[in-house]
């Protein structure tokens, strides 16, 4: 499938030339007008990508196993090892779901699953060469950090190693899942076997310094504060400016069903304060080329209006997802109603690959 190049952004972007300070982000988290923001957050997006297209990708998200030794406070996916509820596909079968993901015109499949000791190292490398194998068409988006670190600890290799062999069997970008919010101070809250922020940040520099892409990912809406986000924030800057080997930043609200905080989470922030954080991010995050309006964890309707508060990206289709849904929330969507959903607000939906490549005009 051919592709073009992406739109030239404009790198005289007169938001970045003067990189906000950490006061100047906690009066953005905090006390900015909210519509003062948002058109701020919008300037700034345009003047970096002037034309009115937003982008999309069609994907699908699976999982190989939720069986999991982290025993994350905010995962409602997972289960033990033994656990009745517990399962893992064997490699065929989740070839067979990247399988119809592709029929269905998918050309990224982001695959992650819990953090299972039993699995082996060839389980994930061949699940790589296979998919490049057999789906040339499609892009192996697999393991998050915290997966490629258990895969170094039941091969008992650096994970330097393991991404060395990811990239070998042929992968060349990963999710930024599992970073929820990279503060010591959360982090030791709701996931204290993942490790701290640098537990995160590592696989993400050295995978970026292998020439790899990844996103940013940031779980808001449970235990952190504002200067918790700013954290957040100010790693992940100071990361891209190592590499520039982020694509996106990716920012989404905690979904408390099912699991452990459940009973600590007394009301959702609301669409107010995702539209904050996106913004916020937008101004803040400079060196980030696109920012991600998460239709999914936010709903259509916020999907649209976070287009206004700086995102040039609606995300993906997802036609497989389970981890929210094990929260109890669900959303689904089609390409035809992303498309309606672009126009509608305005603007002109693009179908594009994993690295932002553009494939189709709507």
Known sequence: MPCEAAPTPNTK???????????E????????PLLELGARASEARFARWPEKVVTFVIDSNPNYTNVCITDCQFCAFYRK????EAWTLTVDEVLAKVDSAASKGAT????????????????????????RKRFPQVTPHFFTASEIHTMAQVASLPFTDILDRLW???????PGGGAEVLSTRVRSRIAPKKGGPEAWLEVHREAHRRGFKSTATM???????????LD???????LQDMFGGFTAFVPWSFKPGNTLLEKWIKQYKGPNMYLRVLAAARLYLDNFPHVQASWFSEGKPTGQIALYFGADDWGGTLFEENVHRAAEYVNTISVDEIVTLIREAGFTPAQRTTEYEIVRRY
């Open 108 to 131: 990224t499949v982001l695959l992650q699953g819990g953090h299972n000791p039993a699995l082996p190292l060839d389980y994930y490398l061949t699940l790589v060469r296979e998919t």
């Open 25 to 32: 982000g906690r009066h953005l988290l905090t006390d900015a």
């Open 219 to 229: 779980m808001y809406g449970h235990v952190e504060t504002v200067d918790d986000l």
């Open 232 to 238: 957040h924030f100010d790693a992940i800057r100071e």
């Open 81 to 84: 090892p033994g656990d009745r």
């Open 168 to 174: 070998d069997a042929g992968q060349r970008t990963i």
């Open 13 to 23: 972007d007169r938001f970045t030339a003067k990189r906000l300070t950490r006061d």
